[in-house]
């Protein structure tokens, strides 16, 4: 399969989408590994070198490593091993941390996470090095199981491409998190799907643009079953020359009554050559359904600016703390308080090399 | 002591002359009011004096302390102690009270080549202007001025001063939207921030109650760019009753 064998801009799901930076990114000359860092947290702790799994750097506790089905979508078809996570009913998990580095090339890896009835587990991922990382994993909750995952993209060059398939059984509750706060490109593409009835879905996140790159999700809701809820809430900021692109649909089935969609999508250009698309997209067939959605492109504003100064903060400072409270609301959905602050501390490393 | 000179200021907005030559002088230990009708460049003296970009100084000069203010950038005027209150304040979604004045007081010590304070210091300080100026202690924790009232914004624009404690207030109508009660607590706030012999104030304000609780030293008549009388107190009532037409002409 080449780099190149994926769909054209022509079509509307890949239209934002660099496929240039992911040919680019996969044609890096090799680099030094990077040191790969965990989290002070309990439970798993997977390291995975250009998707090899280093062993001697893992602990891998209720997580195994094997052949993996390959689905059919574009980029989730590449991988062929990965990681898998399975729960029976009930069962409570540490967290899973998963590193993954890469050293320039590409890289593929899907995973498995299959949850059983009222199960709970917490994923959380992060991306250093530089390549292109592809990774493509698939989701599937019992009733009443809970997942939250929190990913976050600190490459220093590359691409990184995320495929998410992600089904919800009855009541079941996935929430999801990503910040893309590095110097790669990236394609976060997801779809949801509301199996059950009463599923609870969230899934948003930052994608912090500089230079000339470009990022962009592409994210699919959709409720198949009866009061459902999802929340996709995403902060793009855009600095240079960059393109951040946020594109969020809903559907919701002709028998989901009830449904409670919402979406929110805020750009944000901190320079006027920096370039933000969003879009909304609502396709319901139910008739009883409240579906929210607001989507605003904007820079920041000039009188807080000179409030601030004006109190005694720098420009740069006070641009930084604008910017922060900008994306601040999509991270704060990460419940783990270590996890929250490590994002956030991503966060402002990336405003501080922006600014 | 001469604490602020302005010299023939003359200012502009979109190539729109506003100041034309307007000439005054502060000196510390002393409350100064700038009234004037609409229009005729009150709050766009404020903005200039705080550096507000969008208003070009086109000609004249302003010292503070002895140094020429319009050289500095706004966040360096505030380090040198000038404090510019809002008419209206400014909304900050997803930056606390706390954070922001923290961080606008530490950023002020960091020029000044003081210590920052640590977060307990700076909330016993926070807390006291707070209790001083009646603004409940939750609303230090909330987004700045985010759902605030009209009266709200204004306490808390003095508890900000009083946090900063600068050396020279530039007040732009902190009496709009007051009630009575509001208008003494901010008056009293006024007085016992800034009326210190080594302080001064530039009270700007379009009518004459603010000045029954901060009793000015000097009244300026501030019409179509430039100061056309001064006078002491009483001048702010003849004004009251006759009106700026009759007393600015």
Redesign the interface.
Known sequence: MSVLDLPSNREEAWRWADLGGIAAAAALAPVARSEAQFLDLPGAKLLFVDGELDQGASELHRVSVGAIAPGDHPLGRRAARGWTLRLDARAVADPVQIVHVATGAENHLGAAIELGDDSVAQVIEGFVGAGWSNRSTSVRLGRGARLSRAVRLTQAAGFVSLRDEIVLGEAASFVGTVLAAGDQGARVDAALTLAGEGGYAEFGGALLTRDRLKQECAVRVRHAEPNGQSHQLWRAVAAGQSQASLAAAVEVARHAQKTDGEQSLRGLLLDRTATVNLKPELEIFADDVKCAHGATVGEL????L??????????A?ARA??T???V??ALDRIADETVRAAFAADAAAWLERAL | MTMLTIDNLHAEIDGKPILKGLTLQVNAGEIHAIMGPNGAGKSTLGYVL????GYEVTEGSVTFDGEDLLDK???E???AGV??G?QY???????SNV???R???N??RA?RGEKPLSGAEFLKVARAQADALGLQQDMLKRPVNVGFSGGEKKRNEMV?MGI?DPKFAILDETDSGLDIDALRVVGDGINRIMRRPDKAVLLITHYQRLLDYVRPDRVHVLADGRITRSGGAELAHQLEREGYAEVAA
């Open positions: 504003d000039a009188r807080a000179f409030y601030m100064q004006s109190r005694g903060i720098p420009a400072r703390l604008l922060h409270a900008f601040a609301d | 705080g550096g507000r970009p950038e706004p966040h005027r505030a380090a404090f510019l809002f304040p400014v909304e900050i979604p997803g930056v954070q922001f004045l961080e606008s007081l950023a002020q020029v900000q900063i």
